[in-house]
């Protein structure tokens, strides 16, 4: 089930000395599916051959991965960007037992049955990132690769509980605190990638993010260390130094853990949003190698 969607371009600003390739921006579609009941949205970027996936972090919501979409798709690929269930456009149930990182991995599944697409690389950041290892686990026969952005694993279990424990408590027993910060959000203009991108994360209802950080919290994290050592797709892991919920030793320890895996070394955790050209261009080289297997 596919909402109306309409195409939207984004031309750069008049001026710039940039070639026309690389000024075009691909044609962006929204549109949204079903998946076990649940209305789920997603955007599609340009209209290559093969197929990328991404998805974000907690809370966060597709937005953020527009501009590494754009990027990809300029260089030839179809990307689709998708909202996890309790995140963005789609639906937010308010029953902690709807979400985990199976019940993610298996919305991932469930975008491609609905596209039709056979395999495709998946990638993502922090949530998205273990759902990309849960994909890889559970379809690895549709996976040609996956982008792993900072992934949370066991030495961010502590940093985890002491950042969003207070926010389950928040939602749970002040849920005016959460009304008003979205309150808030709604009062900023729009327009700035960045700024939309946060607003959009700060407008939450209290029920469904209380049910969101209690069901990811207290499932499963990530595939265990022996179930990683048996992800046989090729892989792409980026980590960084200074940020203890997603500590560099999550992810060299999983790039070690995976059979194939590349490893690369962020600048820090912003590197992709704000100084992206290094970054992109490593992932777009490991998507064409993915591809052309």
Same mark, same amino acid.
């Not at 549109?31 to 974000?56: D, I, M, Q, S």
């Not at 994360?201 to 950080?213: N, R």
């Not at 895996?261 to 970054?279: K, N, Q, T």
């Given at each position: 089930?596919?909402?109306?969607? #309409? #195409?939207?371009?984004? !031309?750069?600003?008049s001026?710039?000395?940039? !070639?026309?390739?690389?000024?075009?921006?691909?044609?962006?579609?929204?549109?949204? @599916?079903?998946?076990?009941?649940?209305r789920?949205?997603?955007?599609?970027?340009? %209209?290559?051959?093969?197929?990328? +996936?991404?998805t974000?972090?907690?809370? @966060?919501?597709?937005?953020?991965? #527009?501009?590494?979409?754009r990027?990809?798709?300029? #260089?030839?690929? $179809?990307?689709?960007?998708?909202?996890?269930?309790g995140?963005?456009?789609?639906?937010?149930?308010?029953?902690?037992?709807?979400?985990?990182? !199976?019940?993610?991995?298996?919305?991932?599944?469930?975008? &491609? *049955?609905? &596209?039709?697409?056979?395999?495709?690389?998946?990638? %993502?950041t922090?949530?998205?990132?273990n759902?990309?290892?849960?994909?890889?686990? $559970?379809?690895?026969?549709?996976?040609?690769? /996956?982008? +792993?952005?900072?992934? +949370?694993?066991?030495?961010?279990?502590?940093?985890?509980?002491l950042?969003?424990?207070?926010? &389950? @408590?928040?939602?749970?027993?002040?849920? /005016?605190?959460?009304?008003?910060?979205?309150?808030?959000?709604?009062?900023? !203009?729009?327009?700035?990638?960045?700024?939309?991108? +946060?607003?959009?994360?700060?407008?939450?209802?209290?029920?469904s993010?209380?049910?969101?950080?209690?069901?990811?919290?207290?499932?499963? /994290?990530?595939?265990p260390?022996?179930?990683?050592?048996?992800?046989?797709?090729?892989? &792409?892991?980026?980590?960084h130094?200074? *940020?203890?919920?997603?500590p560099?030793? *999550?992810? *060299?320890?999983?790039?070690?853990?995976?059979?194939?895996?590349? @490893?690369?070394?962020?600048?820090?955790?912003?590197?992709l $949003?704000?100084?992206?050209? $290094?970054?992109?261009?490593?992932?777009?080289?490991f998507?064409r190698?993915?591809?052309?297997?």
């Amino acid at each position: 089930m596919v909402s109306s969607a #309409a #195409a939207t371009a984004h !031309p750069e600003p008049s001026g710039t000395s940039t !070639p026309l390739s690389r000024r075009s921006q691909p044609i962006e579609l929204a549109g949204t @599916f079903v998946h076990e009941g649940h209305r789920l949205a997603y955007t599609e970027y340009g %209209g290559g051959e093969h197929v990328v +996936v991404l998805t974000h972090g907690i809370m @966060f919501t597709r937005k953020m991965h #527009a501009p590494l979409a754009r990027s990809l798709a300029r #260089a030839g690929y $179809r990307v689709v960007t998708l909202d996890l269930l309790g995140h963005g456009d789609s639906d937010r149930p308010g029953e902690s037992w709807q979400y985990s990182m !199976p019940a993610f991995a298996e919305q991932t599944l469930g975008l &491609l *049955d609905h &596209l039709g697409v056979a395999q495709a690389v998946v990638g %993502g950041t922090s949530l998205g990132a273990n759902v990309a290892l849960e994909v890889a686990v $559970r379809a690895p026969e549709r996976t040609r690769g /996956i982008v +792993v952005e900072m992934p +949370v694993l066991d030495n961010a279990i502590v940093a985890g509980l002491l950042t969003f424990a207070p926010l &389950l @408590f928040a939602a749970r027993f002040v849920p /005016i605190s959460v009304q008003a910060v979205a309150a808030l959000a709604h009062r900023v !203009p729009h327009g700035n990638q960045w700024v939309d991108v +946060v607003t959009d994360t700060l407008d939450q209802e209290p029920s469904s993010m209380a049910a969101l950080i209690h069901g990811v919290l207290f499932g499963r /994290i990530a595939p265990p260390k022996s179930v990683r050592r048996t992800i046989r797709v090729p892989a &792409l892991v980026v980590g960084h130094q200074r *940020d203890p919920i997603h500590p560099f030793g *999550d992810a *060299d320890t999983l790039a070690a853990d995976l059979p194939d895996a590349e @490893f690369v070394e962020a600048r820090s955790p912003i590197e992709l $949003r704000l100084d992206p050209r $290094r970054l992109t261009e490593s992932i777009t080289e490991f998507i064409r190698r993915c591809c052309d297997q």
